[in-house]
């Protein structure tokens, strides 16, 4: 094999290996519906302490909705596949708003893009400004790399039932959410 056909297959194998290391960890997070270790009831007692303005500059407290099953993302306007599971997210609050369900967008972006965003885009749930408290609450809930789209679903009792790093199908959220209202 000549010196160049040997360099393109290591490069070939390196990608390879790459692309499987990826894979692993996308499937780690995708399948991992428990939380992991040192995400708990702290975590819980922390979102639900928290005020976070909304994208109009209100003020909105966790504690309104406390014993709701809670669907938190953490999103930024400059993220497409968090604007690509936006659509889906409005259609399940939508449909689970009356079985005690709530979504909650908490941007990891700045006030002024998550207003502009939601002047252009409407979606049926808050968006709320996270700022460096949205930084932190991320962290809590085991996102210590501010990858995006985070998301977390908390049951009634708060409950961690998902943790999930990227995109979350629509039909799997539904079935949870359908689980969680059942109970």
């Known amino acids: 094999m000549s010196r160049h056909g040997a360099r393109l297959t290591g490069l070939l194998l390196t990608i390879v290996a ?5 894979y692993a960890v996308t499937q780690h997070f ?18 639900l302490a ?11 407290s966790f504690a309104q909705w406390r014993g709701k099953t809670l669907v938190v993302n953490f999103w930024a306007t400059w993220c497409p596949p968090c604007r690509e599971e936006m ?14 369900v709530q979504f909650v967008g908490i941007a990891l972006d700045s ?22 408290r949205g930084v932190e609450l991320a962290g809590l809930f085991g996102n210590t790399t501010l990858s995006l ?3 977390v679903v ?24 359908a689980e969680l209202s059942a109970r």
């Open 18 to 22: 790459l692309l499987v290391a990826i």
């Open 30 to 47: 995708a399948s991992d519906r428990q939380a992991p270790s040192g995400v708990g009831a702290g975590a819980v007692a922390s979102l």
């Open 50 to 60: 928290s005020r976070l303005d909304d994208a109009k500059g209100g003020p909105q």
């Open 87 to 100: 659509p889906a997210f409005s259609r399940l609050q939508r449909l689970h708003a009356d079985k005690g």
């Open 111 to 132: 006030a002024e893009s998550v207003r502009s965003f939601s002047e252009s885009y409407p979606v049926s749930y808050p968006l709320l400004v996270g700022g460096a």
């Open 149 to 151: 789209p985070y998301t």
């Open 154 to 177: 908390l049951a009634r009792d708060g409950a961690i039932r998902l943790l999930r790093l990227g995109l979350v199908s629509e039909s799997e959220l539904d079935r949870l959410l």
